[in-house]
């Protein structure tokens, strides 16, 4: 784990303040190219406004003069020949003209002047034009009044040579100032470019310099923004690649990423700090799972309080544990403890401590179900009477106590101490020490519970086996007198003890039909005691169904005759053959039938049938009456030991309420099921399914 990087209180600018102290740069630099281009661009429009506004117009200023003076002279010279006044019309306009353009030529030179020299050159050369220009139009006036006073040719020729002259004077002036001012138009269009390259050049520079300047701020503001964020990723991958103790730098950085790296670092201290504690937790667990486990192995309660004593000890580090389990007046039961190589065994706890633990832990499984107490000699620690004898006797410096209960009832207590130190306890630590003795309390329940089932279990074998010989006993010594009696009474019915009158002919008749009840009564718990007792299935063969159904019909053919019912019996195919007691699926059928014969009433009829169902591997037994019926109130009950139908009881049809539980567990036994239907007043359908043998004869 690496070490942490203690914390340096250092004034750290937000990303906002930093990002706006990079705008601020970046729009400088930006003002600064835009003054450079603003400043060349001047310079340049300086020098290309002096030659189209200056050195140009002048230009076209000066051919103007020439032009009107040409115009003039041409008039003239036309009219010195030809003496026709018309052609004086440009001569009068050129004058006015000429005096035009040598008034914007002068202005435009006096714009166009940048220092002295310039100006004497200027100022010369115009002077010697307009000179010959006032020459010129002084000759042309004395030339036109020659023409007009008729003058001789000869002084006409005179004035057109001195005129002539006049004229290439201000021709060669003109020429020179022309040159001039070419020249400079010329000049000031080569500074005009030079300045404009010049200039480009020095903005492409100023830009690239302003360019780099912000490439080198922005980069510096990104590293210093980036550098952080990159090194805080760096610390969260390794953590997420195995290194929990990897911590961020909160030292550098702007002060938002300095507070982000201070929440990681919280965040990752307070992630570890719940890794180790889960990690505790699982521990924890497995010691739980593992005494657990030890518990259950365990054959008897002594040896599960020296496995949990032994297993907490080490597996908590403690110094000594002691479990102690009492009874219900806070007597001790057993005890057990363990301490650590060194340490020596406590003292057998006396009767008035065993006491004081018990109320103890009475006390704490009513109220917080445990004690944990860091440092018993702490300040801020209260110490009970109870608890300092128990620091005197044990030496204890920090104790978990937790009852050993299940319920509403207190069974132990469990303590695990360390001495000479104390020892902050965790949750998980008590948490598992409390569950031990959740285990603890299952353990020694369920070992008692199986003790006193194992008694329980007994005694009502015990009452069963004397239930069953009591049966026995009572149904031998029954049937002995009552055989007696049916004797006697046959003897009196045949007349062996003379005549009878008609009223005690009738009462011997009540008396032999009270003698039937009886013996069938017997009959049938014996038979309900030899099934409950496990002696039913004796003779397993297999049996033909075929044959039980007639012999059935041949047996109970009186009792429907002396009913007058009508038995429709169809035996079934001979396939029909079960797995059984021939005698005990006789009896079953036997039962079902003069149920039906006893309760259809005379002149009604009893169908029994034997299907076969191959595919099914089933054989049917049906049998169907059209009489009383049961009603819907009473048909849950029908297999309850001794309950009749309340319309059987109402018409006072004799019976015990045992025959259909005796026919539902015959057919049980055969692996058969008994299903029952009825409507009152319309009849019942009693069916026995019963599986069909595998081994058939002939089949």
Request: proline residues 3%; contains cysteine.
């Amino acid at each position: 784990m690496s070490e942490r990087r203690p914390r340096r209180v250092a004034a750290a600018q937000p990303i906002a303040a930093r990002l706006r102290r990079v705008v601020y740069v970046l729009l400088a630099l930006l003002i600064l190219v835009c003054l450079a281009a603003i400043g060349v661009l001047q310079i340049q429009d300086n020098a290309s406004d002096l030659v189209i506004q200056v050195n140009t117009p002048a230009f076209e200023a000066n051919r103007q003069v020439l032009q009107a003076m040409t115009d003039a002279e041409t008039g003239l010279r036309g009219y010195e020949v030809s003496h026709d006044s018309d052609l004086l019309t440009p001569f009068r306009g050129a004058h006015a003209r000429t005096l035009e353009a040598l008034t914007t030529l002068h202005d435009k030179v006096v714009l166009g002047i940048r220092d002295d020299l310039g100006a004497a050159q200027y100022a010369g050369l115009e002077d010697a034009q307009r000179v010959a220009v006032e020459q010129w139009w002084t000759h042309a006036a004395s030339a036109e009044q020659a023409v007009l006073q008729g003058q001789s040719t000869a002084a006409l020729a005179a004035l057109a040579v001195q005129g002539k002259a006049l004229f290439d004077t201000f021709r060669a002036s003109n020429a020179a100032l022309e040159s001039h001012i070419s020249g400079e138009r010329d000049q000031n269009w080569i500074v005009s470019e030079r300045i404009a390259a010049e200039g480009t050049a020095a903005t492409v520079a100023v830009t690239l310099a302003a360019l780099a300047a912000g490439l080198i701020v922005g980069r510096r503001a990104a590293r210093a923004l980036s550098q952080p964020i990159k090194e805080l990723r760096a610390t969260m991958t390794r953590q997420r690649e195995g290194e929990p103790g990897a911590r961020a730098r909160e030292d550098q950085g702007a002060q938002e990423i300095r507070s982000l790296a201070v929440d990681f670092n919280a965040l990752s201290e307070q992630n570890l700090g719940l890794q180790q504690a889960q990690a505790r937790s699982l521990r924890m667990r497995d010691l739980t799972i593992e005494i657990g486990r030890a518990l259950r192995e365990a054959p008897d309660a002594q040896q599960e309080l020296d496995v949990l004593c032994m297993a907490l000890g080490e597996g908590l580090g403690a110094d000594r544990v002691m479990a102690t389990t009492f009874d219900a007046h806070h007597a001790d039961s057993i005890g057990a403890q363990w301490h650590r190589v060194g340490l020596p065994p406590l003292r057998e706890a006396s009767d008035e401590r065993v006491r004081r633990i018990g109320q103890l832990a009475e006390e704490l499984w009513l109220s917080t179900e445990r004690l944990v107490v860091n440092d018993l000699l702490a300040p801020q620690v209260q110490l009970q009477e109870r608890a300092r004898i128990f620091y005197r006797e044990t030496g204890a410096r920090a104790v978990i106590i937790v009852p050993i209960g299940l319920g509403d009832r207190i069974i132990g207590m469990i303590h695990v101490m360390t001495v000479h130190e104390p020892r902050e306890w965790t949750e998980s630590e008590a948490n598992a020490v409390q569950q031990v003795a959740a285990f603890v309390a299952r353990a020694i329940v369920e070992e008692d519970f199986r003790g006193r089932q194992s008694e329980y279990v007994e005694r009502l074998e015990r009452l069963d086996r004397q239930k069953s010989d009591f049966l026995a006993t009572v149904s031998h010594e029954l049937r002995t007198p009552l055989t007696s009696i049916s004797g006697y009474l046959e003897l009196l019915q045949d007349g062996a003890g003379g005549e009878f009158s008609g009223e005690a002919q009738r009462m011997l008749e009540v008396i032999d039909r009270n003698t039937n009840r009886l013996r069938g009564l017997i009959e049938d718990l014996l038979v309900l005691n030899r099934i409950e007792s496990a002696s039913l299935k004796v003779n397993v063969a297999p049996v033909s169904i075929r044959e039980l159904i007639a012999h059935t019909g041949q047996e109970l053919s009186p009792l429907a005759q002396a009913a007058d019912i009508v038995l429709d019996i169809d035996a079934g195919p001979d396939a029909a053959i079960v797995q059984g007691d021939s005698g005990h699926l006789h009896r079953a059928i036997v039962n079902i039938v003069s149920n039906a014969i006893k309760f259809s009433r005379p002149g009604g009829v009893v169908t029994l049938r034997c299907t076969l169902d191959q595919g099914a591997g089933r054989v049917l037994v049906t049998c169907q009456d059209r009489g009383i019926g049961i009603p819907a109130a009473d048909q849950g009950q029908l297999f309850t030991r001794f309950y009749r139908a309340s319309n059987a009881q109402d018409r006072a049809i004799p019976g015990t309420g045992l025959g259909l539980t005796i026919v539902k567990q015959i057919v049980q036994d055969h692996g058969g099921e008994l299903r029952l239907t009825s409507v009152e007043g319309e009849g019942t359908t009693v069916v026995m399914d019963l599986p069909l043998s595998a081994r058939v004869p002939g089949v």
